[in-house]
């Protein structure tokens, strides 16, 4: 019975084993942009943002915004209305 008790408690440890892995790995990968906006985004529409760096993982730089609609839309940072939306936002995370 003692044995019985131990092979269950090995096959739920290798299955939450799995699991935790498979959660690991799919946060670590991500999704790159390929390929910029041809929209101007309003602030106001905007959340929050990262950088992608193209020396890092990507093929390009660019700005992610993320939208108050959980999207998110990949933006030339030589543009100016994104130079102007990333310190806009930067303005709303300091005063907080």
Not at 22 to 37: G, H, V
Not at 39 to 61: K, S, W, Y
Not at 63 to 76: E, G, H, P, Q, S
Not at 82 to 96: E, G, N, P, T
Request: proline letters at 2%; glycine letters at 2%.
């Amino acid at each position: 019975m003692c044995g019985n008790k131990s092979l269950l408690l090995a096959a739920l440890m290798s299955v939450l084993l799995l699991y935790l892995c498979s959660k690991s790995e799919a946060a670590s990968n991500f999704d790159c942009c390929l390929r910029y906006t041809d929209r101007v985004l309003h602030p106001r529409f905007i959340m929050g943002f990262t950088q992608q760096l193209a020396n890092e993982a990507c093929d390009i730089n660019a700005i992610i915004f993320y939208t108050k609609k959980k999207l998110a839309v990949c933006a030339d940072p030589k543009k100016m209305w994104v130079k102007q939306a990333v310190h806009i936002l930067s303005q709303r995370v300091k005063k907080m």
